[in-house]
């Protein structure tokens, strides 16, 4: 399966997600969105976006994505296992494979499980941008 994003998927994501779910937390201050340089996320409309909503986006120096996202360092590896765990667990359970139907609630067990705030402060942790730690980064 390939997937992919463009500038209609950016600016309708930080509208209609991202804002709503970290404006209220906030509670007035400048919010930081850290992205990978993918041209889709510097648009002149989420630019403006960001501006008027005290967004700061902050993207990811060239080259160093391997090591400063923290899903792909942290959670995507355990979160593999976790599926794998829990869709034996509904095979064994129901006696049969896990249908369409039945995928999202398999996979939000899973999720569940294994995005809590403990892994969440792992991944910050792990790039090394808070607590700031710039050894993280080997040359």
Same mark, same amino acid.
């Given at each position: 399966?390939?997937?992919?994003?463009?500038?209609? *998927?950016?600016? /309708?994501?930080? %509208?209609?997600?991202?804002? $709503?779910?970290?404006?209220?937390?906030? @509670? #007035?201050?400048?919010?930081?969105?850290?992205?990978?340089?993918?041209?889709?996320?510097?648009?002149?409309?989420?630019?403006?976006?960001? *501006?008027?909503? /005290?967004?700061? %986006?902050?993207?990811?120096? $060239?080259?160093?994505?391997?090591?400063? @996202? #923290?899903?792909?360092?942290?959670?995507?590896?355990?979160?593999?296992?976790?599926?794998?765990?829990?869709?034996v667990n509904f095979e064994?359970?129901?006696?049969?494979?896990?249908?369409?139907?039945?995928?999202?609630?398999?996979?939000?067990?899973?999720?569940?499980?294994?995005?809590?705030?403990?892994?969440?402060?792992?991944?910050?942790?792990?790039?090394?941008?808070?607590?700031f730690d710039p050894s993280?980064?080997?040359?």
């Amino acid at each position: 399966m390939q997937c992919w994003t463009s500038s209609e *998927l950016m600016i /309708d994501w930080l %509208i209609n997600h991202f804002d $709503p779910q970290t404006r209220e937390k906030a @509670q #007035g201050r400048h919010r930081a969105l850290f992205m990978d340089g993918h041209s889709s996320h510097f648009t002149e409309p989420v630019i403006a976006f960001a *501006l008027e909503n /005290d967004i700061v %986006i902050i993207g990811y120096p $060239p080259h160093c994505t391997h090591a400063l @996202q #923290g899903l792909d360092i942290v959670c995507f590896a355990k979160f593999k296992a976790q599926l794998k765990k829990a869709v034996v667990n509904f095979e064994e359970q129901h006696g049969q494979a896990v249908s369409k139907a039945d995928f999202m609630g398999v996979f939000g067990t899973a999720f569940n499980e294994l995005f809590d705030s403990d892994t969440i402060r792992a991944v910050w942790k792990a790039t090394g941008l808070h607590p700031f730690d710039p050894s993280v980064i080997k040359p």
